[in-house]
């Protein structure tokens, strides 16, 4: 069983930034992928950010320019930099984890957004 724990959430007016972390129990080269997943009320869980293990990054349209992942290999944590915040950011972010051998998939409680107009 893997441990995935998100942090770093909050409320925040809209332009600002907020730095999200997620840390799993697993050695990072045991992980095929991480990513950062949203939900707000009342929609569908939505993928934000995706970052391999080669390094590779993917980005939602409604975030590219203003969100970067990242990650610390040593730290086995992965990081969200979310900067130009909007409303419309509002939700709840999960961080998903899949294991690179079994394919299983682990998630974090995830933690609140929320953006003020």
């Known amino acids: 069983q893997v441990q995935v724990v998100e942090s770093g959430g909050g409320l925040v007016q809209a332009g600002g930034s907020l730095r999200l972390s997620c840390a799993a129990s697993a050695t990072i080269f045991s992980i095929n992928a991480m990513a950062w997943y949203r939900q707000a009320p009342g929609k569908q869980r939505e993928l934000v950010a995706l970052i391999t293990n080669g390094g590779s990054r993917n980005y939602a349209d409604s975030v590219k320019g203003r969100f970067t992942i990242s990650r610390n290999n040593a730290k086995n944590t992965i990081y969200l930099q979310m900067n130009r915040l909007k409303p419309e950011d509002t939700a709840v972010y999960f961080c998903?984890?899949?294991?690179?051998?079994?394919?299983?998939?682990?998630w974090g409680q995830g933690t609140q957004v929320t953006v003020s107009s």
């Open positions: 998903r984890t899949t294991m690179r051998t079994s394919g299983l998939e682990y």
